[in-house]
C-alpha cells in the first residue's frame, strides 16, 4: 500500500513538472492566449498645438494614442465643424519611417454621440488594430521646441516655404514646402517635402515642434497649417505629421 502511494505521488509530481515547463516553454515560443498579450487603450487626451484658445478659427484637434518600439505612431484626429453635417473623428497609424499611413478609421457622422461613445462602440476592432502595429499607450505627451538638444547635440527644426499670389483672390498661398533638420554636429537633412499641383488655399505654416519616441532616436515633428474656410473666414487650423531620425541621414553642410 505504500509502495503504491509512493507511485502515486511521484507520478503527480512528474506530471506537475511536465506542465510547468509546458507552459514555460509556451511562453518562449509565444504560444501564450492572444486576451493575455493585447493592450488595453482608452480615449486619449487632446494635445493643444495650435496655441490657440480663441474662436477665431475651426481646428483639427489632435489626440495622441502612442507608438511601437517599430517607428509607428498612433492618433486621432477630431475634424473641425465645417458643416459636415455630425461629429466624426479619425484614428491613424503612421510609420515614421517612410510617413507611409498604415492603418486608417473613420467614424460615420453622428449627431447624437461624440469621443469616448464612438470609441467605446468601436474599442474591439481599435483594439485589435493598434494591438497589430505594437501600439503601447501614453498618458502624457509632450511637444517640444524646434530647438533642442538630444544626447549631447543640438538640434534645429527649419521650415521653408515657397508662396504664389492666388488668382483668384489676390493674397499669397503657400504652394511649396520643406522641413530640415539641422544639427551643428551632424549636418543638415530635409526630412519632408511637399508640392502643390492642382488648387492651394495654404495660407501659413509653422511648426508646432516635436514629440520624443520613448523607444528609439526619432522624434514626430507637427507641421499646423492654416488654410482658406470653406466660406472663407474663419479659417481652419490642421496638423500634419513627419517623423525623422535623430542619428542617421545627416548631410554635413557645405559653405
Known amino acids: 500500500m505504500k509502495k503504491k502511494i509512493i ?65 509607428h505612431f498612433a492618433f486621432i484626429t477630431e475634424y473641425a465643424d465645417e458643416g459636415i453635417g455630425g461629429y466624426m473623428f479619425k484614428i491613424d497609424v503612421i510609420n515614421l519611417i517612410n510617413d507611409q499611413v498604415e492603418w486608417s478609421w473613420e467614424s460615420e457622422p453622428d449627431d447624437d454621440n461624440y469621443r469616448e461613445e464612438i470609441w467605446k462602440d468601436n474599442y474591439k476592432t481599435i483594439k485589435t488594430e493598434l494591438n497589430k502595429y505594437g501600439i503601447i499607450q501614453k498618458r502624457n505627451m509632450e511637444i517640444g521646441n524646434v530647438f533642442f538638444n538630444y544626447k549631447g547635440k543640438e538640434f534645429n527644426i527649419k521650415l521653408k516655404t515657397e508662396t504664389e499670389v492666388d488668382r483668384d483672390y489676390g493674397f499669397d498661398v503657400i504652394v511649396g514646402t520643406k522641413i530640415y533638420l539641422n544639427s551643428p554636429q551632424l549636418g543638415n537633412k530635409k526630412v519632408y517635402e511637399y508640392k502643390e499641383t492642382d488648387y492651394s488655399m495654404i495660407l501659413s505654416q509653422l511648426i508646432a515642434g516635436y514629440i520624443m519616441s520613448p523607444y528609439e532616436d526619432r522624434i514626430l515633428i507637427i507641421l499646423k497649417n492654416e488654410r482658406w474656410g470653406w466660406e472663407g473666414v474663419p479659417s481652419v487650423v490642421y496638423f500634419e505629421l513627419t517623423g525623422a531620425n535623430l542619428t542617421t541621414g545627416f548631410q554635413p553642410e557645405t559653405n
Open 7 to 71: 507511485y502515486l505521488l511521484i507520478f503527480i509530481f512528474v506530471f506537475s513538472s511536465l506542465g510547468c515547463n509546458n507552459n514555460e516553454t509556451d511562453k518562449v515560443n509565444g504560444n501564450i492566449d492572444e486576451e493575455e498579450i493585447l493592450q488595453e487603450y482608452f480615449f486619449p487626451k487632446e494635445l493643444n498645438y495650435t496655441g490657440l484658445y480663441a474662436g477665431d478659427y475651426l481646428v483639427d484637434k489632435f489626440y495622441p494614442i502612442g507608438w511601437s518600439k517599430e517607428g
